[in-house]
T-cell receptor, first 114, second 109 residues
């Protein structure tokens, strides 16, 4: 079965630094998502992306966050100035169609902000 | 507002016992509901969705609009069912999937 791939698997950064988390969604998928999971808490929706623009975003996804699909295959999440509370597992996901479709998740990037 | 509630953080059962993982939702429109599972050291994956009315690995879930519930059931639990289970609700536009807090199912022999 095809997979969503995420790199790196672990990222450590200093508070205030910019980080870019990378994802390669499944090739024929059109809808892309970022989720995060703070340790011990639930999986939280951050943003969805379709047709090169944001479809929906949560309250968590403030001006410090941005997403981009720079080259037709990668899907990136950028955090401009990381805070301690950004430490979490970040999951990328994709699906082929909008409704009633299975969401495929990547294995996640563990971000640690020191 | 959309909300998914999974009241149990942990459910421990013996092998062969019935399992019911509870999920209640709050949504003003027609909900699309899913169960996702995360086995140890594996990625989140879809278990089943209400629209398919399917049974996967012996699990079923029925949408009860009157009780706004979508409980996950299996008549006889197996040790390999041990995992974290998340109930999830999609908005009508399909642009966001909202997860509950998850229930850890532990099946012991």
């Amino acid at each position: 079965e095809p997979e969503v791939t995420q790199t790196p698997s672990h990222q450590v950064t200093q508070m205030g630094q910019e980080v870019i988390l990378r994802c390669v969604p499944i090739s024929n998928h059109l809808y892309f998502y970022w989720y995060r999971q703070i340790l011990g808490q639930k999986v939280e929706f951050l943003v969805s992306f379709y047709n090169n623009e944001i479809s929906e975003k949560s309250e968590i996804f403030d001006d410090q966050f941005s997403v981009e699909r720079p080259d037709g295959s990668n899907f990136t999440l950028k955090i401009r100035s990381t805070k301690l509370e950004d430490s979490a597992m970040y999951f990328c996901a994709s699906k082929v169609a909008r409704l009633n479709e299975k969401l495929f998740f990547g294995s996640g990037t563990q971000l640690s902000v020191l | 507002a959309q909300r998914v509630t999974q009241p149990e953080k942990l459910l421990s059962v013996f092998k062969g016992a019935p399992v019911e993982l509870k999920c209640n939702y709050s949504y003003s429109g027609s909900p699309e509901l899913f169960w996702y599972v995360q086995y140890s050291r594996q990625r989140l994956q879809l278990l089943l969705r209400h629209i398919s009315r399917e049974s996967i690995k012996g699990f079923t879930a029925d949408l009860n609009k009157g009780e706004t519930s979508f409980h996950l059931k299996k008549p006889f639990a197996q040790e390999e069912d041990s995992a974290m289970y998340y109930c999830a609700l999609s908005n009508q536009a399909g642009t966001a999937l909202i997860f509950g807090k998850g229930t850890t199912l532990s099946v012991s022999s």
